[in-house]
């Protein structure tokens, strides 16, 4: 039976021998087309009455943001003292742990003030992109705001590019 198969293998030039036959032919059907995504929300224009909605919630959304930040890198600010001061090798894993998903955390609430950021900058260029009436211009409180939030999402991504390369450090010089 062995040398059928070796025969058999042999005359396929050492392919397997067809042990079923071919499959019988089919027409080939082609897939439907992909339609493309929509468009980003980024780019998607706003309603002037939405734009407006955006911009009245713009300080009571950036301080619950900022506080959310603020509590964050308190956090990972914490575990990070206690990963430099702990000497037992279980409870550092821990403290590096906990640093982690600090950072996660605070990286969170920086993609909730980048997109906060954008979905503004929209509203604002909604509103008064290309206007010169005195009536539509936006207000010293709500440019400081615009500011602040500008300075925040800044100095955010900065701070977590720095911390992650700090967290990433030890790590790699242990190993």
């Known amino acids: 039976m062995a040398m059928l198969f070796v025969a058999g293998c042999s005359a396929n030039e ?8 071919d499959p019988p032919a089919s027409e080939v059907t082609l897939l439907p ?57 279980q409870l550092q894993g821990m403290s590096y742990r906990t640093a982690q998903l600090a950072l996660s955390r605070l990286s969170q609430v920086e993609s909730r003030l980048s ?15 290309g206007q010169n009436n005195s009536d539509d211009v936006p207000s010293q409180n709500l440019e400081s705001s615009l500011q602040r939030l500008e300075q925040a999402v800044a100095g955010l991504n900065s701070y977590l590019k720095e911390e ?6 030890p790590s790699t010089a242990e190993n």
Do not use: C, H
């Not at 050492?14 to 036959?21: D, T």
């Not at 992650?164 to 450090?169: F, P, S």
């Open 14 to 21: 050492g392919s397997w021998p067809p042990l079923a036959g």
């Open 115 to 129: 997109a906060l950021w954008r979905t503004t900058d929209t509203a604002r260029v909604t509103l008064y992109a």
């Open 164 to 169: 992650r390369q700090a967290l990433i450090q």
């Open 33 to 89: 087309a992909v339609a493309m995504p929509p468009p980003s929300p980024f780019s998607q224009n706003q309603s002037p009455l939405e734009a407006k909605a955006v911009l009245a919630e713009l300080p009571t959304r950036l301080e619950a943001l900022l506080e959310d930040a603020a509590k964050n890198r308190r956090q990972y600010e914490e575990a990070k003292q206690a990963l430099t001061i702990e000497e037992n090798t």
